[in-house]
């Protein structure tokens, strides 16, 4: 059953490469959320403890309340200007989120038809996403919430510990409970989230229906569907690193005929084969970080299409 969703699901990412387009923008408008939610948040902990003591030293020596201060004064002294830079910020945000969400949408809407081996396009799934995007918002806002409110009651108490005692202790009680609490809730919301979208978009519920029944599919399916992601998570672990391999073997030859043809004939020859290989480092990581997004994406909705259905799944995954 998890060979045959796997299976499916590549086949459906590799014949529709418009659908890449929605991974891409996916990627780009979520700070590449689809890999941080497992890579980035082990890539922080190391950094949490020299962060933390920096913090504590920011507060301890007033320059966050000199901060303040400044920020009370430029906003008295320069409202207009405050103002229109707020402005400007929240419009950023919100077109990040609009396309953000709105591609999401898009991919569930086209993945769903494309299962179904209908025809779709970018377009079609684009406008669908931007129909649901009030409705989408709705469900982002409240996932976020949670994973907030999990933060706030789990993990800040014991930082603010350390940050007013400077107990290791205290570091290792947060990080403890970031890595046994926080990040597995984190995990859940996420899963949560991405099932309430594909609720929303291909069951036509109401958002608050919508992360009901997601919970409700999560609960009677949670082991197989854990079994799922963490497969996901691998499949991405292994992709990266072959990609980062795969760049390097590219990168490395490019760059000796660069320095071999600076030696021979010209320096700007030089800065133009590196050029070259940044543009196509570039395009290469993009293109590869789109397909694994879309197939993430495409392996999701299949897998709500089979729970949905109401079959029973048993210990070992099978249906």
């Known amino acids: 059953m998890i060979k045959e969703i796997f299976k499916k699901s590549w086949e459906v990412t590799w014949k529709n490469k418009f659908l890449w387009l929605f991974g891409l923008l996916i990627f780009l408008f979520s700070q590449g959320g689809e890999v941080n939610l497992f890579l980035n948040n082990f890539k922080i902990i190391g950094n949490q403890l020299n962060n933390l003591l920096y913090f504590k030293n920011f507060l301890s020596n007033n320059k966050f309340s000199i901060l303040i201060e400044n920020l009370k004064n430029s906003f008295f002294l320069h409202p207009f200007q405050v103002f229109i830079f707020l402005f400007f910020c929240f419009i950023i945000i919100i077109s990040i989120i609009f396309i953000n969400l709105s591609s999401q949408g898009g991919m569930i809407y086209c993945s769903k038809k494309l299962f179904q081996n209908k025809k779709s396009d970018f377009k079609e799934g684009f406008i669908i996403g931007i129909k649901n995007f009030w409705a989408l918002l709705e469900i982002f806002i409240l996932n976020n919430l949670l994973i907030l409110a999990s933060f706030l009651i789990f993990v800040l108490p014991f930082v603010a510990l350390f940050i007013k005692n400077s107990s290791p202790q205290w570091f290792f009680t947060a990080l403890l409970l970031f890595l046994l609490v926080f990040l597995p809730i984190n995990v859940f919301i996420y899963i949560i989230t991405r099932f309430s979208y594909c ?121």
């Open 199 to 319: 609720y929303l978009i291909i069951k036509n519920n109401k958002p608050l229906n919508s992360i009901k029944n997601s919970f409700k599919l999560f609960l009677k399916n949670w082991l197989f569907i854990l079994k799922i992601i963490f497969l996901l998570f691998f499949i991405y672990f292994i992709s990266l690193t072959l990609i980062t391999i795969l760049l390097f073997l590219i990168n490395l030859p490019i760059i000796l005929i660069g320095m071999i043809l600076n030696y021979i004939i010209s320096f700007n020859l030089f800065w133009f084969i590196i050029i070259f290989d940044l543009f196509l480092i570039i395009a290469l990581s993009l293109t590869i970080i789109s397909i694994l997004t879309t197939f993430k994406y495409n392996l999701l909705v299949n897998l709500f299409n089979e729970l949905i259905v109401d079959k029973k799944v048993d210990k070992m995954g099978k249906i």
